[in-house]
């Protein structure tokens, strides 16, 4: 006969134990509000610290529903193995949930039915937090290795969240202003892209930058609305300016004015090392143009009077007086440079006439390194007219470009041109709002509150992040 010892609580004991047990019930629900688990059938039981990330043990559970086969009464059966639930960093650690899911069993067919929760998708493991923090990511310029494991998944899981990204093309509309130019995909192979010049759109991208490439592209608009373009800017890729033509008949081709200013300053920069080479390598002369040769490019108007000691000379000069012993070492050399300058001179004043009629009464005596330029500039007198009076220019694309090249740069280049492109379009056409606490307003708020108990209407606010 086994004899059992009956155990009596005290008062306080009993006491003292509620206590506890409120209190850490209490302490869980803090954690499922900090973790943001809206499903009130989600129970926290334990909290464990791993050390490289920390653990949440948690249970779902609610009364058995109906069955969806024969509409039965289902009863719970037992807790299923436990899912391994990757979640949104706390506190800067990793966070692991392992979910318990009850498992219900139909009395009267036998099926086996698991519990479903807004945290995560049926025979999903990802939940929909991590999902829109990964959509949120790609907007940015992080490599999608870097947000796979900064958000403890795989890349694969990246890559499939890239792919729900969807963006058509309408065929209906093209806008006024557009601007043309190339970036580099891979080593050797040039990509297209075009640009609404207003409001930064990416229009096209396009896996090349052949003529085919580009007419097959824009022939899918109608002739009515590539008739509405009214300016197109571009760098002085010649296969652009025939199919700008053909498939825009209104539009005004419009040269960016950098890269005609670059032309010049390239052919001077060759014209002084063609020179250069004329003196011996040991030369004086030789030593002062290669050190120097930004003073020759430079625009003269913007030389500086500061006198600093110059080694190569051995004394205290100022960078024109450097200029000016540059251009006594060649009288061919001073000739381009004055000439040089005064193109500068009517280009930046605009002034085309005068810029057309230096070049056509010089053309036949300046070195062929510049009639080189001087019959490019010729041929294309009319676009580089255009660049001059209107106030458009391939700047704003110049800038986006240099955004891809980030976004290259970070991913250690791309292999599949479909996600590189992807990842353009969602970073440039998708705006994002960026969480800024404004530290002003709060010091405000902390002063304020020191003195009165009432609290500002514009004390302390969260401009949201969101996403479209």
């Known amino acids: 006969m086994s004899v059992y010892k009956k155990s009596h609580m005290t008062y306080n004991e009993k006491r003292q134990n509620h206590h506890f047990r409120k209190t850490h019930m209490e302490q869980f629900d803090f954690i499922t509000n900090l973790l943001g688990i809206k499903d009130p059938n989600i129970t926290i039981s334990d909290y464990v610290d791993a050390g490289t990330h920390k653990e949440?043990?948690?249970?779902?559970?609610?009364?058995?529903?109906?069955?969806?086969?024969c509409h039965g009464q289902m009863a719970k059966y037992d807790l299923q193995k436990e899912?391994?639930?990757?979640?949104?960093?706390?506190?800067?650690?990793?966070?692991?949930?392992?979910?318990?899911k009850r498992r219900f069993r139909c009395q009267d067919c036998g099926k086996i039915a698991v519990a479903e929760t807004s945290l995560v998708k049926k025979n999903h493991q990802i939940p929909a937090i991590v999902n829109h923090k990964i959509a949120q990511k790609l907007i940015e310029k992080a490599s999608m290795t870097d947000i796979a494991e900064c958000l403890a998944v795989s890349t694969s899981?990246?890559?499939?969240?890239?792919?729900?990204?969807?963006?058509?093309?309408?065929?209906?509309?093209?806008?006024a202003h557009m601007s043309w130019d190339e970036y580099s995909f891979k080593k050797g192979k040039m990509s297209f892209i075009a640009q609404d010049f207003d409001s930064l759109t990416i229009l096209a991208i396009l896996d090349g930058r052949t003529q085919t490439t580009i007419r097959n592209h824009f022939l899918r608009y109608s002739r009515q609305v590539r008739n509405r373009v009214k300016v197109i800017t571009m760098d002085m890729f010649s296969p652009y300016y025939d199919i700008a033509k053909k498939l825009f008949p209104n539009a005004k081709i419009v040269l960016d004015r950098f890269h005609i200013v670059q032309h010049m300053s390239r052919a001077m920069n060759h014209l002084r090392i063609q020179i250069m080479k004329q003196f011996d390598r040991k030369s004086h002369e030789y030593k002062a143009l290669k050190s120097y040769w930004k003073l020759i490019q430079q625009d003269s108007r913007k030389l500086s009077d500061k006198r600093f000691y110059r080694p190569t000379f051995r004394m205290h000069l100022t960078n024109k007086e450097i200029l000016k012993k540059l251009l006594?070492?060649?009288?061919?050399?001073?000739?381009?440079?004055?000439?040089?300058?005064?193109?500068?001179?009517h280009f930046q004043k605009k002034q085309a006439e005068?810029?057309?009629?230096?070049i056509e009464e010089l053309l036949p005596s300046v070195n062929p390194i510049f009639q080189t330029i001087f019959k490019t500039f010729l041929k294309d007198?009319?676009?580089?007219?255009?660049?001059?009076?209107?106030?458009?220019?391939?700047a704003k694309l110049d800038a986006t470009n240099n955004l891809i090249k980030v976004i290259k740069r970070n991913a250690f280049g791309f292999r599949n041109f479909d996600n590189f492109k992807l990842r353009i379009l969602i970073a440039l056409n998708i705006k994002k709002k960026r969480t800024k606490l404004v530290l002003s307003n709060f010091r405000t708020f902390s002063l304020y509150s020191m003195n009165s108990w009432n609290c500002p209407s514009r004390s302390l606010f969260l401009i949201s992040s969101t996403w479209s």
């Open 328 to 345: 006594s070492y060649s009288q061919e050399l001073r000739e381009h440079y004055e000439l040089y300058q005064l193109l500068l001179f």
């Open 381 to 394: 007198k009319d676009k580089i007219i255009n660049a001059l009076e209107l106030p458009y220019s391939n």
């Open 56 to 69: 949440v043990i948690a249970k779902l559970d609610y009364p058995a529903p109906k069955c969806h086969n």
């Open 157 to 175: 899981t990246v890559i499939r969240k890239l792919k729900e990204f969807q963006f058509k093309t309408d065929l209906t509309w093209l806008p």
């Open 354 to 358: 005068h810029f057309f009629d230096l």
């Open 83 to 100: 899912s391994k639930i990757p979640y949104l960093e706390c506190a800067g650690y990793k966070t692991l949930i392992r979910l318990r």
